[in-house]
């Protein structure tokens, strides 16, 4: 009779065990808005987490919204750190990082600064995560009628870093002045070496793995294989990420990643820009597997 009631003990013990794993198990996600967006662009995002994984804390991020984010993101970056870093302290098993189009480059520039951060995944929704270069919505509402050819001259000074979009402004016409002058991605890249690049490869290797998403449609990103590190030449053929110099050289530990198998590419057709965080196909297909 006490081996029965031992055994019966243990088994509700294990089902309990099982079931606090399947409602209380999952990391916190963190989502980092984009460009001209906030939190609430978010809420059908978090609502697909919450019921896919019942009891995940989901935070949007609620600082530089709307038009606030067109700051310098080197600014941004100090802000989003203490936002993440709070969350991240509260989280001793870890956290998923969501990101959307600008957002996931604040994200790359936040897991390589961030020392000893807990970050698991990070994923990169439509994201211009190798630089942008082409005429978007975006684009006219802060260069009027300017045409892409002549945003180069107003991103690449002192003045035009002030502005968010030319710190991934990425020209492939005019490299040379793009790496003078641009004071954030080619920072980032390691293609402008500097003391920290070592302990930023580092930070970015603590990561577990790395989600890109995109695709041929999104209308915004250019190319659209920016989102999976992917990007022009000078001829504007589009050179993909195994083909990027910082790949090759593994400037900031995107090689690493690839060779231990650790970065998914999902590339999704039909899906605009601003779609990308509500389309419920995107998030059973690219992201939802990811946030356990």
């Not at 600082?63 to 203490?82: C, H, M, T």
């Not at 260069?143 to 001259?153: I, Q, Y």
């Not at 990561?207 to 995109?214: A, E």
Request: proline fraction near 4%.
């Amino acid at each position: 009779m006490m081996e029965t009631l031992q055994v019966l003990r243990g088994s509700l013990l294990l089902l309990l065990l099982v079931a606090g794993v399947c409602t209380d198990g999952y990391k916190p996600v963190i989502i980092v808005h984009g460009l001209f967006d906030g939190p609430k662009q978010f809420q059908t995002l978090s609502q697909y987490i919450r019921k896919a994984h019942p009891g995940t804390e989901v935070t949007t991020i609620d600082i530089y919204d709307d038009k606030a984010s067109v700051a310098p993101l080197w600014v941004q970056i100090e802000g989003f750190s203490d936002k993440l870093t709070s969350i991240m302290n509260k989280s001793p098993s870890g956290v998923h990082l969501l990101c959307f189009s600008q957002g996931g480059v604040i994200c790359r520039a936040l897991l390589s600064t961030i020392p000893n951060h807990n970050v698991h995944t990070f994923i990169a929704l439509s994201s211009p995560l190798a630089g942008q270069y082409g005429e978007t919505e975006y684009l006219s509402q802060e260069f009027g009628a300017s045409v892409k050819t002549e945003v180069h001259p107003l991103c690449y000074n002192k003045l035009g870093q002030l502005l968010s979009i030319c710190n991934y402004w990425k020209d492939p016409h005019h490299m040379s002045d793009y790496l003078q002058h641009n004071n954030f991605l080619p920072l980032l890249d390691g293609e402008k070496p500097h003391k920290d690049m070592e302990a930023w490869r580092e930070n970015f290797l603590r990561i577990k793995k790395l989600v890109l998403i995109g695709g041929p449609d999104d209308g915004v990103i250019t190319p659209w294989q920016s989102s999976h590190f992917g990007f022009y030449d000078s001829n504007e053929n589009v050179v993909e990420m195994r083909d990027q110099e910082f790949y090759k050289k593994d400037n900031f530990g995107l090689k690493t990643l690839d060779d231990h198998g650790d970065v998914s590419v999902c590339v999704r057709t039909g899906v605009k820009h601003t779609e990308w965080h509500s389309d419920y196909k995107v998030f059973s297909s690219c992201i939802e597997k990811w946030l356990i």
